[in-house]
């Protein structure tokens, strides 16, 4: 899939501009706090409908305006689409395609497909099961753009069964627990979906991401991930995988009550990184930790290309000087002509010539683009 234009209104420090890509890689330079990452993330809420950096619509906007619109035409094997996101101060956001409105999220997600990789991936392997699951969940709403549509179903019942287990428990009402039972079936319904779902997506991209990781710390390491659910996950069917939440949840609802909060279900699930059979956190060093990284990320658009047979684009926000040489060929060796990447960097001192004669570069000052 190719990106041919970008046009951002009053997002981030953006008034009014347009892009227009005239190669498949673009490198956006400019000083710190120039508006570089908000390009890049602009990009990726059309891909995602979320940001890397988390951020809220209001946060999106420029400040003093009330709606932001993010608008794209990308070309792809079926033809070429035009994908608008308008984000509103004080409404919903809403999507188009070809200037209709979408009205569900899932008929928007899947139309352009992105893998962005920031120094905020490190988290992948420092940071909380949060960090990783958020990852596993950005990947798959461009696996199958379903999976949003479920995420957001179960999300919203945990919320329901969230504020019910605070109402019983304020309330000392314990009768109320045959009512839970409504909130749990609905509960394990949609968690099942997406335990299997992100099992599934984690089989298929374990050996890919061991395969990248062999060849960039030279085979002396051995990178393994695995889905951990808290929920036990002998077999891949849904309806032992149900009785078994099912079975968990209610062992906890005394708890439950107590805490007043969901114990069981996917949204308390892991995904296991591990070099050489030690939990990559603990062992890896700095440098480890970011090979680890980038074997997931070059996995990640390996098989978004397998599952959707095109290539998605690749946005490397400011990664290049965090790796070095080595990792640094790895990756730009990678992408080559196959996936229409856009990078951003402080200065151009760490391409070489070959790649900045072919790249479109474009100078990012103040909110403005530079040709
Ligand atoms: N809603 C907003 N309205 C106006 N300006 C904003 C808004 N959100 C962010 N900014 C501005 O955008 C700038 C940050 O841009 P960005 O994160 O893209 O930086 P960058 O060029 O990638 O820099 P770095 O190299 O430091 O990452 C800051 O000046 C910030 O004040």
Do not use: C
């Amino acid at each position: 899939m190719y990106l041919k234009t970008l046009h951002l209104r009053q997002f981030r420090n953006y008034q009014d501009q347009k892009i227009e890509f005239t190669a498949p890689k673009t490198i956006l330079v400019g000083n710190n706090a120039q508006g570089k990452s908000n390009f890049l993330e602009a990009v990726e809420l059309l891909a995602t409908l979320r940001s890397h950096r988390l951020a809220r619509d209001h946060d999106l906007i420029r400040d003093g305006d009330a709606i932001a619109q993010i608008n794209a035409t990308l070309e792809r094997a079926l033809g070429i689409s035009d994908l608008t996101l308008t984000l509103h101060r004080h409404a919903r956001r809403s999507v188009a395609i070809n200037s209709e409105i979408v009205r569900r999220q899932m008929d928007f997600l899947g139309v352009l497909n992105a893998v962005e990789f920031s120094s905020l991936d490190l988290e992948l392997v420092r940071g909380s099961p949060e960090n990783r699951r958020n990852w596993l969940d950005t990947l798959l709403i461009q696996l199958e753009p379903v999976y949003a549509h479920i995420l957001q179903q179960y999300n919203q019942v945990l919320r329901q069964r969230n504020a019910f287990l605070k109402k019983s428990q304020e309330s000392g009402v314990r009768s109320q627990e045959s009512q839970l039972s409504i909130w749990d079936a609905q509960l394990v319904t949609a968690g099942t979906r997406l335990i299997i779902r992100r099992d599934r997506a984690i089989q298929r991209l374990a050996p890919i991401a061991a395969g990248w990781h062999a060849s960039i710390s030279g085979s002396t390491e051995v990178l393994q991930i695995q889905y951990a659910p808290n929920v036990p996950l002998a077999k891949n069917h849904a309806e032992e995988v149900q009785q078994a939440f099912l079975g968990k949840i209610q062992q906890r609802t005394a708890s439950e009550l107590h805490r007043s909060t969901t114990l069981v279900g996917p949204h308390r699930d892991e995904v296991k990184l591990s070099i050489n059979q030690k939990p990559a956190r603990q062992y890896g060093s700095q440098g480890q930790q970011r090979t680890l990284v980038l074997a997931l990320k070059l996995a990640e658009l390996q098989l978004i290309e397998e599952v959707i047979n095109e290539s998605p684009l690749l946005l490397l926000d400011d990664v290049l000087a965090e790796l070095d040489p080595f990792r640094q060929n790895q990756l730009l060796d990678a992408i080559q002509e196959r996936f229409q990447t856009l990078i951003t960097t402080t200065h151009l001192g760490a391409f070489d010539s070959q790649w900045l004669k072919s790249s479109q570069i474009l100078y990012v000052r103040t909110g403005k683009i530079i040709n």
